[in-house]
């Protein structure tokens, strides 16, 4: 089974993503029910990591991922992650503060700011997340959509514990970080989590940009998302957090954790 170290931890290196679960930037009721069904049937299926955000369905994500973990906290990852509109300090612990009510949990594993904000120092972001650690409500920092210079930042700067992981999308087709950033992680320890892996979902759509992929696919036997997830993981510093809106992507996703291919 592959697997990733996220700090002291080992996890499986496919987790769940949770953007769209409970709607995207405005909250969406409708299909709670199915949601809930998915995030547990996946942590059934060893997918243990799950990402979310407070930004997610405004917080409805959250809440659907609280009422999943619900008996099984202990044998979870959850990161989440704050909006970058809430980078001051009192507006991280708040943030915080919500999430963990939303999530009905004590801690958050993994706490990352979503996205830089520019008009805020970073070291006054990094204080309250050592603060949070201070007081056991996060585990581990990581940070989303941030570059090298930051994670040297936050590497010298926390006290109380560890920066852990960097998130940013990576696929097929977005390989920018590979240059340097994915390097960098190698280097200093760290998880890549890597975010959409299928460009949202354009790479499981066959046209002619997609035919390598799924040629490539049918002559191992594989799906085309299969393949890009494997792809993605010949990394070992690599954890992948794909959404699956159905059961069957939800299988499909699993039996990457235990595929070979040449």
Request: aromatic share 6%; glycine share 8%; hydrophobic share 40%.
């Amino acid at each position: 089974m592959k697997q990733v170290r996220l700090g002291s931890e080992t996890v499986v290196a496919i987790g769940q993503g949770t953007m769209g679960i409970g709607g995207y930037y405005c909250r969406d009721d409708s299909r709670d029910a199915e949601h809930l069904r998915l995030l547990q049937q996946g942590f059934d299926l060893r997918l243990t990591v799950v990402d979310t955000a407070e930004a997610y369905g405004e917080g409805h994500a959250e809440e659907l991922v609280g009422q999943a973990i619900a008996g099984r906290r202990d044998k979870l990852i959850v990161l989440s992650k704050f909006s970058a509109e809430h980078s001051r300090s009192d507006q991280i612990i708040a943030a915080a503060e919500g999430s963990l009510k939303r999530l009905n949990t004590d801690y958050l594993d993994v706490y990352q700011p979503h996205w830089p904000n520019p008009n805020v120092p970073l070291d006054e972001t990094l204080d309250a997340l050592d603060r949070l650690m201070g007081e056991g409500k996060v585990r581990s920092v990581g940070l989303s959509n941030f570059q090298i210079p930051a994670a040297q930042q936050a590497i010298g700067s926390l006290f109380n514990g560890n920066l852990t992981c960097l998130q940013s999308e990576y696929s097929l087709v977005e390989r920018s970080i590979e240059s340097s950033l994915l390097p960098f992680c190698e280097l200093n320890g760290l998880a890549l989590v890597a975010y959409s892996p299928f460009q949202q979902g354009t790479l499981l759509k066959r046209n002619a940009r997609t035919e390598p992929l799924h040629s490539m696919a049918e002559d191992y036997g594989v799906t085309p998302a299969q393949l890009a997830l494997a792809w993605l993981l010949r990394y070992p510093n690599v954890l992948v957090i794909p959404k699956a809106g159905r059961e069957i992507s939800l299988r499909e996703n699993a039996e990457v954790l235990a595929l070979k291919i040449p």
